[in-house]
């Protein structure tokens, strides 16, 4: 199984750590609103394709740009990373906020993207089953909602959380903070869903915390083709906790 591998470039003058392996069809991963999880999921995925996966400006390794206030600007970032890797089509997987930034692409950029897969994708406006408001929970509240099975996720995380790690979380909640404070929805990006027209699809836990399976009763009336499987006893971070989430991802892009 090969290793990620850590490279550096500047995309529009954002110093950007990109992770990547494998050869082949090129697999894009956006992640979360937040990045402790990991990208190790994906080194499976380089036997059969190029993974490669960039932290987004304000989060983990990467820089900053104090000027991005909404999701069209990460979208823009994108754009111009996949021109600097020289990338052509890709196939795109989004993860909770990740997710919502992915269909977005899509819903803009169907002529760059071959096949599109969402893990529990954020953006959808469902007053009956709203998202949890995750800029009002207590930092170390979160990693406990994140997951069915605590244990999953613990290994990934320190023992005893040094300054540094603290300090990571803190700027990463800054940033979501700053792109969801004032305009948390956004209900125009629902309208645009149906411009979607890549192969898609959604994969959910029934116990997510964060945001609700219900969510899907929704994405399948905007994105009708979409194919969405939801997986028993898993929370948020579904292909963590049931692998054969992941496995089916996987096989769905190939």
Known sequence: MAKLKRDELTVDGVRTVMYSAGSGEPVVFFHGAGTVDGFDFLEPWADRFRVIAAYHPGFGESGDDPT?????????HYLELFDALKLGKVN????SLGGWL????????NDRVKKLALIAPAGIIDPKHPMMDVIKVPGDQIPGLLVSN???LKKRLPEKPDLDFIADRYRESGTVARLLWEHPVQPKFMRYLHRIKVPT????????KIIPVQHTDTWRKLIPHADIKIYQGAGHLVHLEKPEAADAIAKFLG
């Open 201 to 208: 699809m959604i994969v959910w836990g029934d116990e997510d």
């Open 68 to 76: 991005f206030t909404e999701l069209h600007d990460y979208v823009m």
């Open 102 to 109: 992915a269909a977005k692409f899509v819903s803009e950029h």
């Open 92 to 95: 795109l997987v989004g993860l």
């Open 150 to 152: 605590f244990e999953v």
